[in-house]
């Protein structure tokens, strides 16, 4: 028989779990526990294992503080180079920013020779 019993609660799966993964439980504890509940003790046993692997994946930190409402996108140093060269091959120059058009501030296009990189 396996872990699987309809017939028992979940508070006393929770009992068992916790008896059975008590570093402190005295020998023969699991004997007795599978004798007075009519469970052989693998399905303790399983139901140990289960309820640890429960515990494990349930009490992981996850991330802190309140969920993003729209999604993010990380930006790392190789999506910046890669929308750098994608800009410059369109024609976009950095230097023809708005900001300084405003200012007054020109600078001479220099002629450059195109490689095409690509990341």
């Known amino acids: 028989m396996g872990a699987r019993r309809d017939d028992m609660p979940v508070g006393q799966r929770m ?4 008896t059975v993964l008590s570093p402190q439980r005295p020998h023969g504890t699991v004997t007795r526990l599978a004798a007075m509940v009519g ?3 693998q399905t303790l046993y399983a139901i140990a294992t289960t309820a640890a692997r429960v515990l494990r994946t349930g009490l992981v930190p996850g991330p802190h503080g309140p969920a993003l409402a729209t999604p993010t ?3 790392d140093r190789n ?3 890669r929308g750098s060269v994608v800009l410059t091959e369109v024609g976009v120059s950095q ?3 708005e900001s300084t058009k405003k200012s007054g ?3 001479r296009n220099r002629a450059r020779s195109h490689s ?3 990341l």
């Open 79 to 81: 999506r910046l180079l």
């Open 39 to 41: 469970v052989s003790r």
């Open 116 to 118: 095409r990189v690509y």
């Open 95 to 97: 230097r023809d920013m």
């Open 15 to 18: 009992q068992i779990a916790l």
């Open 105 to 107: 501030v020109r600078h």
């Open 73 to 75: 996108i990380q930006v």
